[in-house]
Nanobody, 116 residues
Framework: QVQLVESGGGLVQPGGSLRLSCAAS????????MGWYRQPPGKQREVIAA???????NYVDSVKGRITISRDNAKNTVYLHMNSLKIEDTAVYYC??????????WGQGTQVTVSS
């Protein structure tokens, strides 16, 4: 099982930007599909972006054009570049693999708060 540590969250004003990082260890990172998920206050956790081991990406409609997922296999890290942040982007953000999701294994996440 790959271990995942998210970082980079914080408080940002609407319209601002953040870059989240997810450092992976414990397995062959380059072979894993990876996803970023978020859980807004009082709501269910949802997937917002995914990147395959081949580099292909997918996004939910609510973040398309504002958020970009990328990976650096040499650093065992996946990133989430967030621009034009909105108040509704406030959430705890997590990264995970499909098998981690199935197993119910989650890291501590990183808090993103968008507020003026």
């Amino acid at each position: 099982q790959v271990q995942l540590v998210e970082s980079g969250g914080g408080l940002v004003q609407p319209g601002g930007s953040l870059r989240l990082s997810c450092a992976a260890s414990g397995s062959i990172f380059s072979g894993y599909d990876m996803g970023w998920y978020r859980q807004p206050p009082g709501k269910q956790r949802e997937v917002i972006a995914a990147i395959g081991s081949d580099g292909r990406t997918n996004y939910v409609d609510s973040v398309k054009g504002r958020i970009t997922i990328s990976r650096d296999n040499a650093k065992n890290t996946v990133y989430l570049h967030m621009n034009s942040l909105k108040i509704e982007d406030t959430a705890v953000y997590y990264c995970n693999t499909p098998s981690g999701v199935d197993a119910g294994y989650w890291g501590q996440g990183t808090q993103v708060t968008v507020s003026s």
